[in-house]
Structure formats: C-alpha cells, structure tokens
T-cell receptor, first 114, second 117 residues
C-alpha cells in the first residue's frame, strides 16, 4: 500500500521569507512524487514531479522540491514567498509499477502574510 | 499542458433530483478518467476510475447506483448523482490520464461545486 503524510495542516510565512511544505511517503518500489496546488473553488494545478534523476526538482512559479530517499521525503520549497502563493498544497505518490493511481496527502494550507 | 474541462462549474439542485457533471479532455484522448470528491478543507477522495468503453471501477464505500459514471468516448466522462441528498453536496473534481504522456500524468478539471437543497 502507498501513503502520503503531510504533517502540517497549515503553514504560515511572511512574504519574502523562504517557505517549506513537508511531505513524507511510503510506497513499494521507486516512487513517483508530485506536488499540486489548489486555489479556492478550483481544481488542482500541477507544480512539479520527481520521477528519476536529480534529487532537486524545479517546478512552476519558482517552487522546487527535494527528493530524499533515506528520509522518504519530498518537501516543497520556495526561496521567497509571495502573498499570491497562499493556497492549498497537495503531495501525491505512486509506485513505479502496479497501480498508476496516485495517493494524495491531506493537503497543507499555506498562508503568506504581507 | 493538457486541458481538462468540467461542466457545470457550479450547480444547485433540489433534494431527490439527479444532476449530471461532464468531464472532457480537450486536447488529448483519455482512456482513463478519475472522479474525486473533496470535502471542505480535506483531501481528495477517489470515488471511481472510469475506463472508456467499460464499466467504472468504484472505490470501497462509494454507491454505484447513486453515482453513475459513463465514459462513452475517449474525451468525455460523465458523473450523474441520482436522487441527490443534501449530504451529497460537495466539490467534485475529475482528472484524465494522458496515455501518451511519459509518466502517465493526470490532468485535473477545475471542479464542480454541487449544492443540494
């Protein structure tokens, strides 16, 4: 079985400061990892993914995520937060084999204060 | 990237009536589509996997007769909520898998807000 944990329901950060949204996972085989962002009353927008290769993945809107195999983590980061980054962020994982259906974390609400 | 649309974006219906939600892949053929339900401040709950030309696969606990899914073409899947009740009020999101994509990526629709009065 595969699972995702986003330990923080909410992350608060001041505009201009770096932000981190945490994600840990459990999956059989090599992980395919994804981050999505959701704005109010909207669907999910893809931010970035890790399939293979460099552990540091760069995505949309200046976000990046670091894959850490030993810690089974895939934390989302941004060097300088914007108020417009305030949204709900979901981490997702699926295994490289078997079911291609990803499992989503519960989501983390990011609030960036002016 | 690929685009998935949903219609309507928002619907209000009376208790006991049925409502249909459409999900379309606009620029690719989706052999597989997924229907999710999202409660306020909660994660996505996968309801069913819809495969073109065959019956949908429902997740445990999802009523097949209440949430009818039809995937009649490679670009359209529909979710019909039958005999709707206020507890069916929720945000419904569909996604479509691009089979030609390198990593079987899923593309999400904008969601449909259903309110049952």
């Amino acid at each position: 079985a595969q699972s995702v944990a986003q330990p923080e329901d909410q992350v608060n950060v001041a505009e201009g400061n770096p932000l981190t949204v945490k994600c840990t996972y459990s999956v059989s085989g090599n992980p395919y990892l994804f981050w999505y962002v959701q704005y109010p009353n909207r669907g999910l927008q893809f931010l970035l993914k890790y399939i293979t290769g460099d552990n540091l993945v760069k995505g949309s809107y200046g976000f990046e995520a670091e894959f850490n195999k030993s810690q089974t983590s895939f934390h989302l980061k941004k060097p300088s937060a914007l108020v417009s980054d305030s949204a709900l962020y979901f981490c997702a994982v699926r295994g490289s084999g078997g079911s291609y259906i990803p499992t989503f974390g519960r989501g983390t609400s990011l609030i960036v204060h002016p | 990237g690929a685009v998935v649309s949903q219609h309507p974006s928002r619907v209000i219906c009376k208790s006991g009536t049925s409502v249909k939600i459409e999900c379309r892949s606009l620029d690719f053929q989706a052999t597989t589509m997924f229907w999710y339900r999202q409660f306020p401040k909660q994660s996505l709950m996968l309801m069913a996997t819809s495969n073109e030309g065959s019956k949908a696969t429902y997740e445990q606990g999802v009523e097949k007769d209440k949430f009818l899914i039809n995937h009649a073409s490679l670009t359209l899947s529909t979710l019909t909520v039958t005999s709707a009740h206020p507890e069916d009020s929720s945000f419904y999101i569909c996604s479509a898998r691009d089979p030609t994509g390198v990593d079987y990526e899923q593309y999400f629709g904008p969601g449909t807000r259903l309110t049952v009065t």
